[in-house]
């Protein structure tokens, strides 16, 4: 191609720039009008940057790190620039799970360019990132519907790396490495985190009741328990108090027979019983917290009960004997 030529090619595409096709990343463009080829024709070329050089002729990357020198004469430019470093896409997925669950994830991509497959990643693909989304989309919308919410949440590692090794098989064709790929976060509906969070409050508060429960029995046990030995060591200090009152009245009443002569142990006995009726008319009358009792009392009722101890005792008597009585014939026949 002669000069002329060259020229009439500058300057039929001067209002033309060539830039990388990814809009979206203008720190990584390098607009070039042909009018600046005469100005500026030198370019630093870094590592982390993959340059495309554009000429009139075969396309040309911009080769090893440093400063390079272009021809505007020769008809070359700055084509457009791809950095090699790790770049980050999170996408927003709106989905249906097993159980009719609709639920947003986001996943967060990390891809680069593979230095050794450049020109592909630079001249096969239009918008990368939007060819991300759409594989993104197509895996996850077809693997979430076949599990439900709470498998969803155990095995969102499961979902992250089949989208991983779906993106990876299809991108790496186009120059990309996808790096990781990061389940950052699953979010179902209002309502049904607000469900959710009834049916786990439900849960506990059930599992609280049990253990209510459990206490509660466990302290109703313990009381009975608490009660029965009351109850007994009760019992056991009434049965101590009445044989020492045995044994005080047997040595009263033997030392009254033996001391006073003429008196038997049956006279003995009534005064006793007597003295202790007075004891707790005593008592009654001395407690201001009993309740009022009316007993018909007086002068001639001393008589009468005692009459009415003797006459029990001496019934007692005799229905014993009369036990023995029939006792004794029953062996008999």
Sequence with gaps: MTLLEVRSFLVENRNCSLKFPNSQQKPNQILVPDGQFLLWPFYLHRPSKHRHLGEVGPVREAGRTGFHLLNPCAGQWVAGVLSTRISSLDVRIETKTKDNVFVQLVCSIQYRVVRENADDAFYELQNPKEQIQAYVFDVVRALVPRMTLDDLFEQKGEVAKAVLEELEKVMREYGYSIEHILMVDIIPDASVRKAMNEINAAQRLQLAN???????????????????????????????????????????????????????????????MITQYFDTIKDLGNNSKNTTVFIPHGPGHVRDIGDQIRNGQLEAASAQVMASKYTLLFIRS
């Design 210 to 272: 049990v253990y209510k429960g459990e206490a509660e029995k466990v302290l109703q046990v313990k009381r009975a328990e608490a009660e029965a030995e009351a109850k007994y060591l009760g019992g056991v200090g009434v049965a101590r108090q009445r044989q020492a009152i045995t044994d005080g009245l047997r040595e009263n009443i033997l030392n009254f027979s033996g001391k006073v002569e003429g008196t038997s142990a049956k006279e003995v006995m009534d005064l006793i």
